[in-house]
């Protein structure tokens, strides 16, 4: 089974060259499932819908309708709730097989917007639907939606979330327009162990929602640890997962020279990657063992958990040429610190450094327009030089930095 999931490693330089003092280097963790590893789970799905009435018009049309297309493409023996909310909560559909979809149906066609948003009712009542049906033989998942701020409940969302991750289940928390609070959704995500994303257009929710249903039902392992084991004074700074989004992981030491990082589900054919931000000891002319990696991951209808192994050799030179750098690496660093330059610039800008956030963007735009991310890197400029004018940055021109950075890594895999 482990011959269906491949672990590779790759230095952003190989060889480095020789020295006697530590050095930076960059390492790419990169693990990737054979999309015939295994038969699809059926799912345990909970749609948590914002019907409030901001969403009166083309967003609550467009919702129903991203709905009803995901339904119709659920299988018979999937499991599958509805519940939307405003100030208020109301399941429409309690947990129950995908056989006669008609309910579902006429459920999603009787959605009419109301009232204000209470999101953690929302999803209160779509964990009582989930956890009906929590079962290691389905692969459990709350779909959020919202477009406006909760108010008042925020701590009891972001503990949910955490309380429904514990017990399996990974939340897609969306953002619909520009009036949501990002941070509270990245938070959601991360303690269910799922995602989050901006969604600019009503017509662009049923790309999303698909996409959500097509990468679980190509889910073929689940519960992915990556564990690293350094050897003495090979000391790791930073870790980002690179694929298939750029997220800031950390990671968590396990001893002196051991790190983990928690890499999620592993869909078929997509590769799911981390880079680390390391500092090399010394060393002459020769090959060295830096480190060992272990993947830990547990294949869908598989009883226990599978561990690839594989160790991480260091190549060092005397002569050592611009050749020796490695372009698939190098762009994801490139990739890489432009997200880091954008995310830092708008924590500037919200506490009022707009020098300091005005200059992140700027330097965010260079690497951009490097990259050939044209759009993305005019942007960043017009929001700089909004900044210098003493203009807000807009909300939309915020949510669409932050997340489509992002995503630069899937814009590569798509060039």
């Not at 919702?63 to 939307?84: H, S, Y």
């Not at 925020?154 to 990002?182: H, K, M, Y």
């Not at 995602?195 to 257009?201: E, G, V």
């Not at 990259?371 to 021109?397: C, H, R, Y």
């Amino acid at each position: 089974m482990s011959d269906a999931i491949t672990l590779t490693c790759k230095w952003g330089r190989t060889p480095i060259p020789a020295s006697s003092t530590s050095q930076a280097g960059y390492l790419l963790v990169e693990a990737i499932a054979s999309p015939a590893l295994a038969p699809s789970l059926p799912l345990n799905v909970c749609f948590v819908l914002d019907r409030s009435g901001s969403m009166q018009g083309a967003k609550l049309d467009n919702l129903k309708a991203a709905t009803r297309q995901v339904i119709e493409r659920l299988q018979p023996n999937d499991i599958a709730a509805i519940v939307i909310f405003d100030d208020n909560v109301q399941t429409l559909v309690p947990a129950t097989p995908v056989g006669d979809r008609s309910q579902f149906i006429a459920a999603v066609n009787a959605i009419s917007e109301a009232g204000g948003t209470a999101m953690s009712l929302g999803m209160q009542a779509g964990q009582v639907e989930l956890q009906k049906h929590l079962d290691p033989d389905r692969l459990s998942r709350m779909v959020l939606l919202t477009d406006g701020q909760t108010w008042g409940d925020e701590p009891l969302c972001r503990d949910l979330a955490r309380t429904l991750g514990q017990s399996g289940v990974r939340i897609a928390a969306f953002g619909l327009g520009t009036e949501w609070n990002e941070q509270l959704l990245d938070d959601i995500a991360a303690a269910s162990n799922g995602y989050a994303d901006y969604i600019a257009s009503p017509a662009q929710i049923g790309d999303f929602f698909q996409k959500v249903i097509q990468d679980d039902r190509a889910t073929v392992a689940t519960n992915t640890r990556l564990l690293l084991r350094f050897i003495r004074d090979a000391t790791p700074r930073t870790v980002y997962r690179v694929k298939p989004i750029i997220e800031n992981l950390g990671y968590q030491p396990t001893g002196e020279t051991a790190v983990a990082v928690r890499l999620g589900d592993l869909v078929g054919g997509q590769p799911v990657a981390v880079l680390i931000d390391l500092v090399l000891p010394p060393r002459a002319k020769g090959r060295f063992r830096i480190a060992q990696a272990e993947l830990h991951t547990t294949p869908v209808q598989q009883t226990g958990e599978v561990v690839i192994k594989q160790d991480i050799l260091l190549d060092v030179a005397d002569q050592v040429g611009p050749e020796s750098y490695v372009p698939e690496v190098m762009n994801l660093v490139e990739r890489v610190t432009a997200f880091k330059l954008q995310t830092k610039a708008l924590q500037e800008a919200a506490t009022g450094n707009v020098t300091g956030a005005t200059q992140k963007l700027r330097a965010a735009a260079t690497r951009l327009l490097d990259l050939g991310e044209l759009e993305l890197a005019e942007k960043a400029q017009q929001q700089a030089t909004a900044l210098e004018q003493g203009q807000q940055l807009s909300p939309e021109a915020q949510k669409e930095l932050r997340y489509a950075t992002r995503r630069l890594t899937q814009r590569l895999e798509e060039q």
